[in-house]
Each structure stands twice: as C-alpha cells, then as structure tokens.
C-alpha cells in the first residue's frame, strides 16, 4: 500500500517569489511520482512526472521536482512565480510495476494562492 | 499526450431521477479506467476501477448499485448515478492509464435538486 501526505494546504506567496510545495510518500515498492495541477472545475493536468533516471525533472512552465528516495519525498518548486500558477496541486504515486494497474495514489493537494 | 474526454462537463437533475456521465479515451485504448469522486476544497478519492468485458471493482464503502460502471468497449466506460439524491452532488472525474502515465477526462459537476 502507498500514502502520501503533503504537509502543507494551502500556501500564499507573492507574485515572482519562490516557492516549494512539500509531497513525501511511504510506499513497499518501487514509485512513480507525479504532479497535477487543477484549475477550478477542470480536470487533472499533469504538471511532472518521476519514471526513473534523473532525479530531477522539470516541466515546461518552470517547475521542478526532485526526487529524493532517502528522504522518500518529491517537492515541487518554482524560483519565480506568477498569478497564473495559481491553482490546486496534487502529489501522487503508483506502483512502478504495473500493480493495480498503475492505480494513483494522491494527497490532499495544496491551495497555491499568487498574489499581486 | 493522450487525451480523455468526459461528457456532460456540468449537469443538473431532480432528485431520484438517473444520471449518465460518459469517460472516452479519444487516441488510445483503455482497458482500464479509474472513477473519482472529489468533494469541494478536497482531494481525488478512487471510487471504482473500471475493466473492459468485466464487472467494476469498488473501493470500500462505494455503493455499486448506486454508482452503476459499464465498460462496454474498448474505449468508453460509463458511470450512473442512480436514484441521485442531493448528497451525491459532487464532481466526479475519470481517468485512464494506456501505458504509466494517467490521463484525465474534464470533470462532470452534478448537481442534484
């Protein structure tokens, strides 16, 4: 079984300042990581993803995350962001076997609120 | 990317009455696809897995007489909200996993009155 807990609700910070949202998980297999990013009433868009390799993975907007098994965790950072970041993010996982047929496991997200 | 369509977007019925939301993968195949209910300010939780030519599996608690799955084919699966009563006003989405990677559809709001 997998959970994965990210430590923070909701985090405000201001146009063009950085920011890291937490995501640790605790999993008795092998991991995929991923990032979604949620605008109201839409669906899912996936932000990043962790397969295998490098462990740090970027996306096209300026996101990265790095994977850190140690520490079992794949924070998600921006250096600068901007008002349009503003949205719900979800951390999850899956079994990097195939099991449950790469079922997702997701935290609770996180309210990242940019503001002028 | 692949992409997964989910119709109606928004819906409004009458208590007691049936509604269908519809999940198509467009440029793929699924023979699995995952159901979630997601309530307001909440995450995604799993209600059922969705297997081609076989019945749905549940997760705990999911009322599957209530939340009736059909995957007929190969790319649509299908989910009733039967006798739908104000509590199960929520946003539902769908998705689907053709290789690692899930995809998902936009989201169905349904509001029962």
């Known amino acids: 079984a997998q959970s994965v807990t990210q430590l923070d609700s909701q985090v405000p910070v201001f146009e063009e300042a950085p920011v890291e949202l937490r995501c640790n998980y605790s999993?008795?297999?092998?991991?995929?990581l991923f990032w979604y990013v949620q605008y109201p009433n839409q669906g899912l868009q996936l932000l990043l993803k962790y397969l295998s390799g490098s462990t740090l993975v970027e996306s096209i907007n300026g996101f990265e995350a790095e994977f850190n098994k140690s520490q079992t965790s794949f924070h998600l950072r921006k250096p600068s962001v901007h008002i349009s970041d503003t949205a719900e993010y979800f951390c999850a996982v899956s079994d990097s076997s195939g099991g449950s047929n790469y079922k997702l496991t997701f935290g609770k997200g996180t309210l990242l609120t940019v503001n002028p | 990317g692949a992409v997964v369509s989910q119709h109606p977007s928004w819906v409004i019925c009458k208590s007691g009455t049936s509604v269908k939301i519809e999940c198509r993968s467009l440029?793929?195949?699924?023979?699995?696809m995952f159901w979630y209910r997601q309530f307001p300010k909440q995450s995604l939780m799993l209600m059922a897995t969705s297997n081609e030519g076989s019945k749905a599996t549940y997760e705990q608690g999911v009322e599957k007489d209530k939340f009736l799955i059909n995957h007929a084919s190969l790319t649509l699966s299908t989910l009733t909200v039967t006798s739908a009563h104000p509590e199960d006003s929520s946003f539902y989405i769908c998705s689907a996993v053709p290789y690692y990677e899930a995809f998902f559809g936009q989201g169905t709001r349904l509001t029962v009155v």
């Open positions: 999993s008795s297999v092998s991991v995929y």
């Open positions: 440029d793929f195949q699924a023979t699995t």
